[in-house]
């Protein structure tokens, strides 16, 4: 029996993938379990694997191409099965051609696998009759004073942005086709400038998967999601002193990010409501603390989860992180390594940023923003000295916390970093 080939949906925003190649041909056999292809999702770069063996009898999607999740890619079946009877009733996979990123980017129609014929309605039906499902029966003739294009036509123009008014018909009695709108498309065109906006002339740089992904998510997280902020200054002084006896001990080379990780799981403990996920009319608290870690990447950001991570060690965290870290900006990170994290942490203090707001990432409750180490004067013990103390911005889901817990939260974690043997336990 055939099994169906789809696009995968192996993130809850992942809505399309790019078809990057096929690591089999039609006509060659595969097994249940080989990878026979690889994709590129909004964040990572992966292999599908099939999920039966036989036959790779038909490919429908070639390598370069963007598919919508759960459509039909590809089918495998027996060596002698006929398939044609069964693609008969598929629908065809919604794709368009991959554009390079830097490339400037053209209104492209989505590309069909079959033409889209219009024909009258008598020779529809005859050619319904002959198993030829893809013709579509004319439109009704354009009312008096309407442009006359395609249907077609008109979608693309509309995708497009385009006045079918400005465009001239090379169709029957001056019709508007694809081609025509194809052309208007690609042609320069000179536009004034709208009032009080600067004229855009330059070159047009296409999205990456994961950049769209995060416009979407951050249009997701910051609309509805009530953010509000609270920042505290603390003291590093211990902690760095701690974190050069760890390496000159144990070798082991600890960045802010592995220490602030350990400080926010065990903040977390004591405070349920920042690892929790609102659902209206309750709160789901999870049970395992999961530490997100953000990670700038040359294409955007990704998180990186670091699972049970109150109950790791500092030298287990550093050791995850630099994998993680070293995978996320080659794409090779799999799902279940970026989602599902309860809070995040976000260190921009090696770009000497001193202090910054970062958003929630859906359905997390928190996030907390780092900033750079600087030397200023503070006062111990009634004197004035010089130490290091750096900024930590705490942003809250309003609906899960208020503003004394979030000050509370601050406030234990500041306790931890600045007693760093709590962080050795």
């Known amino acids: 029996m055939a ?13 399309e993938g790019v078809l990057l190649k096929w690591y089999k041909r039609e006509g060659e056999k ?3 379990g080989d990878p026979i292809a690889e994709v590129e999702t909004d964040k990572a770069i992966m292999d599908l694997e099939a999920f039966a063996s036989g036959t790779l009898k038909k490919i429908l999607v070639p390598a370069g191409h963007v598919v919508p999740s759960g459509d039909l890619i590809a089918l495998i079946a027996g060596e002698d099965e006929d398939v044609e009877e069964i ?14 990123k830097g490339a ?3 209104k492209e129609p989505k590309e069909m696998t079959t033409p889209q014929v219009e024909v009258s309605p008598q020779e529809a039906a005859a050619l319904q009759e002959k198993g030829v ?57 000179e536009k004034p400038p709208i009032a009080g906006v600067p004229s855009l002339e330059g070159e047009e740089i296409v999205l990456s998967m994961m950049r769209k992904s995060i416009a979407k998510r951050m249009v997701q997280s910051k609309a509805p999601v009530p953010h509000f902020y609270v920042t505290s200054e603390i003291d590093m002084g211990k902690i760095l002193a701690f974190r050069e006896e760890m390496e000159r001990e144990s070798g082991v080379k600890l960045t802010l990010s592995d220490l602030f990780l350990k400080a926010v799981a065990l903040t977390l403990q004591k405070f349920p409501s ?6 209206g009319d309750r709160l789901r608290v999870a049970k395992q603390i999961d530490v997100g870690l953000a990670i700038g990447t040359e294409e955007g950001v990704i998180t990186a989860v670091i699972r049970d991570c109150d109950h790791k060690t500092l030298s287990e965290i550093s050791q995850e992180v630099k994998d993680k870290v070293k995978r996320a900006r080659e794409k090779r990170l799999r799902p279940e390594e970026y989602t599902g994290s309860v809070f995040s942490v976000s260190n921009l203090g090696m770009y000497d940023v001193e202090s910054f707001s970062a958003i929630i990432t859906p359905p997390e409750s928190g996030v907390l923003a780092i900033g750079s180490v600087l030397e200023k004067p503070v006062v111990t013990d009634g004197k004035i000295g010089i130490g290091k103390t750096v900024k930590a911005t705490l942003s809250t889901d309003h609906r899960v916390a ?9 406030k234990e974690l500041k306790r931890i970093i600045q007693n760093p043997l709590y962080l050795a336990l």
Request: hydrophobic letters at 30%; aromatic letters at 2%.
């Open 3 to 15: 099994s169906r080939v789809v696009m995968p949906k192996l993130t809850d925003t992942m809505e």
């Open 30 to 32: 595969v097994e249940s």
């Open 87 to 100: 693609l008969s009733h598929e629908t065809p996979p919604r794709m368009r051609k991959r554009e390079e």
């Open 104 to 106: 400037p980017s053209a």
């Open 133 to 189: 499902k893809e013709a579509k029966p004319a439109p009704p003739p354009p009312a008096e004073g309407e442009v006359k294009a395609s249907p077609l036509a008109r979608k693309m123009a509309e995708e497009g942005g385009i006045d079918l008014r400005t465009i001239k018909g090379t169709g029957p009695g001056g019709r508007i086709t694809q081609r025509d709108v194809e052309s208007a498309a690609l042609a320069p065109t």
């Open 274 to 279: 920042y690892r929790s996920v609102f659902q």
């Open 402 to 410: 208020d503003g004394v817990q979030a000050a509370e939260f601050l």
